[in-house]
């Protein structure tokens, strides 16, 4: 059974740092676009980054110059850096990837930005 299993939140202060990891089990991420969403609190699910299988990296404009999304193929795993953090940035994140038209969610992982 393919599994996602995102790990890393917790919780920082206002213009802190946080490093979300997504590991994956019976799917080799390499192959696969990997995407970050969340979900912040009053909001819809909303994309945040996206690592291509030829690499590319792509982030939505609320964390462009914040945020880096990279991979560690050797571990299969997919990571989201953040900086600068913002209190808006609070909520759970999720990993989500594609393999032969099936879509795989992690089950999320939640952070806290305080002042």
């Known amino acids: 059974q393919v599994q996602l299993v995102e790990s890393g939140g917790g919780s920082v202060q206002v213009g802190g740092s946080l490093r979300l990891s997504c590991t994956a089990s019976r799917i080799v991420l390499s192959t696969n676009g990997v995407m970050w969403y969340r979900q912040t609190p009053g909001k819809e699910r909303e994309w945040v980054a996206v690592v291509a299988s030829g690499g590319a990296r792509n982030y939505a404009d609320s964390v462009k110059g914040r945020f880096n999304v990279y991979r560690d193929n050797e571990k299969n795993t997919v990571y989201l850096e953040m900086n600068s953090l913002k209190s808006e940035d609070t909520g759970i994140y999720y990993c989500?990837?594609?393999?032969?038209?099936?879509?795989?969610w992690g089950q999320g992982t939640q952070f806290t930005v305080s002042s």
């Open positions: 989500h990837t594609t393999n032969r038209s099936r879509d795989y």
